[in-house]
């Protein structure tokens, strides 16, 4: 698969909490790889008229990460995060995802799916990890018709959302019985030898960004 549409990707960590978080330059092609790791699950539920009605998000973050979120949330200190400090925790997830679109991309024949904002991000730790759900729904009526493509990915491929199993990404709803589905996992390693010549440190620090975060990424095919 080759690199040809160059699309807007700021090279930028959204999941920015507190001081935990900071800013990103641009990588070169030695540093795009990932430095968090969350086992996500998808689920995109239709009406019984066909048409796509909401898709719920669920990310459990390593312990790593979780464990910094912990040392910077955890205010009284008691080795937890109680629902004040995860409410904290949610609001500033959310407010930062917002811009990118809660990692959550979809497209009907290549068209993109514009969804709003989750009204409610819910936050939970427990097992030494932070977890973090939520729903959203698309702005305008959507009817299931043809080719859909769920992908949840970040652009800057600093966190790396990995679907454990193929039933992670799934679909309910009448308004799918009567379609095909199947995981996509494209091999990144053919992938980027077949777009070696163009894997620069140029590349990867122009401004328009790249779209090879989305060319790797899991992602869900659905034929209505």
């Known amino acids: 698969m080759k690199l040809q549409n160059v699309k807007q990707a700021e090279v930028t960590w959204v999941l920015a909490i507190a001081s935990t978080l900071c800013a990103l330059a641009a990588p070169s092609a030695a540093l795009a790889h990932p430095h968090i790791f969350v086992?996500?699950?998808?689920?995109?539920?239709?009406?019984?008229?066909?048409?796509?009605?909401?898709?719920?998000?669920?990310?459990?973050?390593?312990?790593?990460?979780?464990?910094?979120?912990?040392?910077d949330y955890d205010k009284n200190q008691n080795n937890t995060?109680?629902?004040?400090?995860?409410?904290?925790?949610?609001?500033?997830?959310?407010?930062?995802?917002?811009?990118?679109?809660f990692y959550t991309n979809i497209t009907i024949n290549g068209k993109a799916v514009?969804?709003?904002?989750?009204?409610?991000?819910?936050?939970?730790?427990?097992?030494?990890a932070l977890t973090l759900s939520f729903v959203q729904k698309p702005k305008q009526p959507t009817p299931l018709k043809g080719l859909i493509i769920f992908g949840v990915y970040d652009p800057s491929l600093y966190t790396a959302l990995d679907f454990v199993d193929d039933k992670d990404l799934k679909v309910t709803g009448q308004g799918f019985n009567?379609?095909?589905?199947?995981v996509v996992r494209p091999n990144s390693k053919e992938i980027l030898a077949e777009n070696q010549a163009m894997l620069t440190s140029l590349f990867f620090s122009d401004p328009k960004g790249t779209d090879y975060s989305q060319l790797v990424a899991t992602r869900l095919e659905v034929r209505c």
């Open 114 to 128: 514009t969804l709003d904002p989750p009204d409610v991000l819910h936050a939970d730790y427990s097992d030494g």
């Open 178 to 182: 009567r379609c095909s589905r199947k």
């Open 39 to 71: 086992d996500a699950k998808f689920e995109a539920i239709s009406d019984a008229s066909g048409n796509l009605m909401e898709v719920h998000d669920i990310w459990r973050f390593d312990e790593v990460f979780s464990s910094s979120v912990l040392l």
């Open 81 to 101: 995060l109680d629902p004040p400090e995860l409410k904290a925790v949610a609001k500033t997830v959310k407010q930062s995802l917002a811009q990118y679109n």
